[in-house]
């Protein structure tokens, strides 16, 4: 659904330390996911991406986590740096293309 | 890599005309293209979804006559917002699909532009 009106939880780690970043989805139906990065003033950044047949699913530093019967997927970074300051969403996309957002998690990197 | 280019990336506005921004894939054929607005610390609320050559589908509670969309081909879709408010303004993103790409396969299929500002003074 929207989020009119709320404000972002935010997530701030030590330089170095994992993160992990929590979404929970609303349509069991659903069978992709996707993990996107949003820098200030720019469009979202493609991450990474899981399909509902797989657990787990890796890339360089990051990895997704899908529970299908809680309805949950996370996002960890490994070695969290300045750079992955950002606005953090996960989408779950429907049958006919479109994707639903989640509301987003602000990542605050301390050096 | 495929790009999607959005174009202006920031616009001023006065109250009451109209304002036109442009989504074009740089490199691939999009047969459908999405419009988004996104508010400060806010998600992106999908607006409408645009597909080349037909009427685009507006999402629930979004003035189909205030936001006009135009898919003229598969390279391009515009959003023009007309007689535009304060209210209007806000960070409007596009992105398209890859028509050769098969959307159920794992991977980056969709792709983002950069955002608009629009910005009615």
């Known amino acids: 659904g929207e989020s009119v009106g709320l404000h972002l939880p935010t997530l701030s780690v030590q330089e170095g330390d994992n993160s992990i970043i929590n979404c929970a989805y609303s349509?069991?139906?659903?069978?992709?996911f996707i993990w996107y990065k949003q820098e200030s003033g720019k469009g979202p950044q493609f991450i990474i991406d899981i399909r509902s047949n797989m657990d787990k699913r890796q890339g360089q530093r990051v990895t997704v986590l899908l529970n299908k019967t809680v309805k949950h997927l996370s996002l960890q970074i490994a070695a969290t740096q300045p750079g992955d300051s950002a606005v953090y969403f996960c989408a779950e996309q429907t049958d006919n293309r479109k994707l639903i957002w989640g509301l987003g998690t602000s990542l605050a990197v301390n050096p | 890599g495929a790009v999607v280019s959005q174009h202006p990336s920031r616009v001023i506005c006065k109250s009451g005309t109209s304002v036109k921004i442009e989504c074009r894939s740089l490199?691939?054929?999009?047969?459908?293209m999405f419009w988004y607005r996104q508010f400060p610390k806010q998600s992106l609320m999908l607006m409408a979804t645009?597909?080349?050559?037909?009427?685009?589908?507006?999402e629930q509670g979004v003035e189909k006559d205030k936001f006009l969309i135009n898919h003229a081909s598969l390279t391009l879709s515009t959003l023009t917002v007309t007689s535009a408010h304060p209210e209007d303004s806000s960070f409007y993103i596009c992105?398209?699909?890859?028509?050769?790409?098969?959307?159920?396969?794992?991977?980056?299929?969709?792709?983002f532009g950069e955002g608009s500002w629009l910005t009615v003074v």
């Open positions: 992105s398209a699909w890859s028509s050769g790409a098969m959307w159920q396969s794992s991977g980056n299929t969709i792709y």
């Open positions: 645009s597909n080349e050559g037909s009427k685009a589908t507006y």
């Open positions: 349509n069991s139906a659903s069978d992709y």
């Open positions: 490199d691939f054929q999009a047969t459908t």
